[in-house]
């Protein structure tokens, strides 16, 4: 059907978190190295416009809360140049997650203090 099929964008959504964290000057590989795991417990998208083959998208990624064991984001996936023409700069679809904080065993953890969200 020439569009992206509608589960490429979990990862496009994994790859906005691991970027703001690398932003923030850390590594997704430290903080497993250091026992802390980011875990998907809810995950919800709403598609609003298809992106298609050869479409650049840039994913829009923000940190919206959370609290001593969870982290919640919310995402935009914008096409900001369209493969074949036409409009670009639209928002293809909305997002949000939330993350639980794990150790390598799998049992519930606090997040690092630098990491946990601030009210």
């Known amino acids: ?23 923030a000057g850390v590594s997704y590989a430290h903080l497993e190295s ?3 795991f ?3 417990v809810k995950l919800d998208i709403t ?5 298609r083959y050869d479409d650049l998208v840039e994913i ?3 940190w919206s809360g959370g609290g001593r064991v969870k982290i919640e984001h919310t995402y935009e996936v ?12 639209y928002v293809a679809a909305l997002a949000t997650t939330t993350l639980g904080c794990v150790d ?14 601030k009210q």
Request: proline share 8%; net charge neutral.
């Open 60 to 62: 829009r990624t923000l």
């Open 78 to 89: 914008v096409v900001v140049e369209p493969g074949a023409g036409g409009p670009g700069d």
């Open 1 to 23: 059907m020439g569009v992206a099929h509608h589960a490429s964008y979990i990862p496009w959504l994994e790859i906005g978190r691991t970027e703001l964290l690398r932003s």
């Open 104 to 117: 390598a065993e799998g049992r519930i953890r606090e997040l690092p203090e630098w990491l946990a969200f």
């Open 38 to 40: 980011l875990v998907i």
């Open 34 to 36: 250091a026992g802390t």
């Open 47 to 51: 598609y609003r416009r298809p992106a």
